[in-house]
């Protein structure tokens, strides 16, 4: 049995989930789930993460929030297509 924590679902696995069209995405943290066999807890607690480390913003609920621009570039960071 893994216990799980926020700190199996990396920063590059949420933003990348965030930076699909929202119809592959919504709800993103069942979609979250669904990629990375974590419990929804756990899930959440990585998404709050984010959106507190300013990479996410929403309206009404982050499951159907996007990439601000900083989530944007820190996304392209973690992908190696950063600004060199």
């Given amino acids: ?5 926020r700190e199996n679902i ?3 696995q949420v933003l990348n ?4 069209p929202i119809e592959d995405r919504y709800p993103a943290d069942q ?3 669904a990629e990375t066999s974590a419990p ?3 899930v959440w607690a990585a998404m709050w993460r984010e959106e507190d480390a300013g990479h996410l913003d929403y309206g009404s609920n982050l499951r159907g929030g996007w990439l601000t ?4 570039r820190t996304l392209a960071e973690l992908k190696g297509q950063g600004d060199e």
């Fill in 69 to 72: 621009d900083k989530g944007k």
């Fill in 10 to 12: 990396t920063t590059e």
């Fill in 31 to 33: 979609v979250i789930a």
């Fill in 1 to 5: 049995m893994t216990l799980w924590k």
């Fill in 17 to 20: 989930v965030y930076a699909r």
């Fill in 40 to 42: 929804i807890k756990v």
